[in-house]
Antibody, heavy 119, light 107 residues
Framework: EVQLVESGGGLEQPGGSLRLSCAAS????????MSWVRQAPGKGLGWVSS????????YYADSVKGRFTISRDNAKNSLHLQMNSLRAEDTAIYYC????????????WGQGTLVTVSS | AIQMTQSPSSLSASVGDRVTVTCRAS??????LAWYQQKPGKAPKLLIY???TLQSGVPSRFSGSGSGTDFTLTISSLQPEDFATYYC?????????FGQGTNVEIK
């Protein structure tokens, strides 16, 4: 079964750091572009970051550029998001998502992990 | 960044109704548009990609059309399990951008 499972969410103070992980199974992880998408409580979906299958090409939303770092470990079938200098507005459910084919729609999503930034 | 404007933001409909949701891009995106369904507490589910291609396993009552800047998601006969929020996504370029969502409620 194709599956993505996120972990690492939790409560963090403003200015703090968290590292999210996404474990992939059921498909050849190293062949797919991967992304993080977030959803603030009661709000719509917002794209955060994407990384190519090899890890050589990376994109970030302006709102997280310089604070968040996306990475992947193809040997361990895992995707990560290092989140530094957290702000209250980063509070959201964070989903990892697979891109269907290169530069296309997100077809497989994890269940999400909740990040709460609050003092 | 390409702005995606979705309308309406919400609608009320009855089982069996034909429902249409529209999405307008601030610039041409070819057919690089996807539609998602999201139910409360769940991850989004891909319904349609490349503007009109039905994702495997999605019922045929869902259809998509459009190209360039104007796109439409149609549910031909609304079923009880279709009450949800629907989002469009442009995958033409980065940053990827979503529409603000359309909440389809029971009338």
């Amino acid at each position: 079964e194709v599956q993505l499972v996120e972990s690492g969410g939790g409560l963090e103070q403003p200015g703090g750091s968290l590292r999210l992980s996404c474990a992939a199974s059921g498909f050849t992880f190293s062949s797919y572009e991967m992304s993080w998408v977030r959803q603030a409580p009661g709000k719509g979906l917002g794209w955060v970051s994407s990384i190519s299958s090899s890890g050589t090409t990376i994109y970030y939303a302006d709102s997280v550029k310089g604070r968040f770092t996306i990475s992947r470990d193809n040997a361990k079938n895992s995707l990560h998001l290092q989140m530094n200098s957290l702000r209250a507005e980063d509070t959201a459910i964070y989903y990892c998502a697979r891109t269907r084919v290169a530069n296309d729609a997100f077809d497989i999503w994890g269940q999400g992990t909740l990040v709460t930034v609050s003092s | 960044a390409i702005q995606m404007t979705q309308s309406p933001s919400s609608l009320s409909a009855s089982v069996g109704d034909r429902v249409t949701v529209t999405c307008r891009a601030s610039q041409g995106i070819g057919n690089e548009l996807a539609w998602y369904q999201q139910k409360p507490g769940k991850a989004p589910k891909l319904l349609i990609y490349d503007a009109s291609t039905l994702q495997s396993g999605v019922p045929s009552r869902f259809s998509g059309s459009g190209s360039g800047t104007d796109f439409t998601l149609t549910i031909s006969s609304l079923q009880p399990e279709d009450f949800a929020t629907y989002y469009c996504l442009q995958d033409y370029n980065y940053p990827r951008t979503f529409g603000q969502g359309t909440n389809v409620e029971i009338k």
